[in-house]
């Protein structure tokens, strides 16, 4: 490796771009140690400032931040002629098909989905780099000594094609001949298309169809992740492949095309796909178990609140027994109280369904639903804690608020756990008869808002830091996971759980979901 390529590396920058510290915080700690110089912007404006300023090789750039959002910024880097080679990966927790097209059109090179996993994050950058590393290369290869060229590309692990401007290879480097499986004398005067590359059914590509066209006729440089070559003893072998116009005084006199063997990261990709699943199964168990826990900690004012219409029906029963023995029999008195039994057992099996529904376990479901329709029946469940601490809730639900596509039960899930902890904070306090007031709103065009507000006992000094982190309770016996599953409940929808100091003592929760 020449020496230019290896300052290369030495001062290559990543700029880190984030409106959330925590978010910015997790990439600092994934990426740190690495030989990188990382830089961080916390808006739109400020990695403008700062691209233009530092050259990175490579933005990790959030899409949702006030001001000018991620599309924009990365729109600007790639219209900016000095900023346009910077390498664009998104970072998001828009995780539609459609986000990501628009990320992809907006000039990114990788789209990932937030919440992220360390190890993808640092093989997604780790491969950007080198594809920048490579592209720098070749852009000096010209400049460089025939002998230094020489070496570098001998000593490369990709595969390295020189191709004339009718597509014939001129050169090939030992990893293209390893690859490919064909020597040197096998290669050289020969079409490119006629023995290195195939189409997916196999048969080979016409020049016409090829990425190598647009870079033989309009100096346009290419790139393709997922390819396949066809090695001399017929087997196929999956590569990315990247095709560079060369020129000479503006004229284009033929290409230089780099490939590699992707077997091995194809199956590194399956396995990361299938710890990423037990991940995500692992994250639903953990919620399910965070629901119980709740019901658990419940069930004594459930069984109170189903005893009552028991109670009620068996007495009814009672009633009706003696009423078949007497005469005349009064028809109207035992319809009357046959109407109370099934009442009563109405009421109990509504709540015993509530229950049932919230607890289930089941697949990820979007659906689309009124917010206040979801939020109502989470605080009929939550009533029945409510009076046990002898705490009321208010319910304010705003008028004409759009539609939106959630799961409700994970959804419900959060407002419960803010709902009961704000009873938990006031049933001791002396302003325990005001009650906690749960309001939903439109924030703004793409976002309704849910409010749980309580004047309790407020939030301890340290809660600004750590109010999200997993196990962190200030309670005697409380785990520390309600608002951490919370967190990444509200984040998978795209959304934001946020807190704030009441002004007139105790807390507000808030979490946000998109509206349609």
Known sequence: MSEEIKS???????????????????????????????????????????????????????????????YEVCKRLKADQATSDIAVIFLSALDDTHDKVRGLESGAVDYIAKPFQAEEVIARVENQLKIYRLEQALAARNRELEATNQRLLETMREGIYEVDINGVIVFANPAACRISGRTEEELVGKLLYDHVLIDEDGTQVPLKKALLEPTLKYGLSQTRDDWSGCRKDSVIVPIDISCTPILVEGEITGAVIVFRDISEKKQQQENLEHALKEIQEQKDKLTHM???????????????????????????????????????????????????????????????????????????????VDINRVVEDIVNLAEVDARNNQVEIHLSLADDLPQVRIDPVQIQQVALNLIRNAMEAMKNQPTRDIGVKVETRRLDDRFVQVRVIDRGYGLAEDADEKMFTPFYTTKVDGMGIGLSVCYSIIQAHGGTLQFERNPEGGTIFWFTVPAL
Do not use: W
């Open 290 to 368: 965070s629901r119980l826990s709740s019901m658990g900690e419940m069930a004594s004012g459930f069984a109170h609140e189903v005893n009552q219409p028991l109670t009620a029906i068996n007495n009814y029963a009672q009633v009706c027994r003696r009423a078949l023995d007497r005469e005349p029999l009064d028809k109207a008195f035992l319809n009357e109280a046959m109407e109370k039994i099934v009442t009563q057992a109405q009421r109990a099996g509504g709540i015993i369904s509530r229950i049932r529904s919230f607890v289930r376990k089941p697949d990820h479901h979007l659906e689309t």
């Open 8 to 70: 290369m590396e030495q001062d290559e920058k990543i700029l880190l771009v984030d409106d959330n510290p925590t978010n910015l915080q997790v990439l600092l700690q994934t990426l740190s140690g690495r030989g990188y110089k990382l830089l961080i912007a916390k808006d739109g404006e400020n990695a403008l400032r700062i691209a233009n300023k530092a050259k990175p090789a490579l933005l990790l750039l959030d899409i949702m931040m006030p001001g000018i959002d991620g």
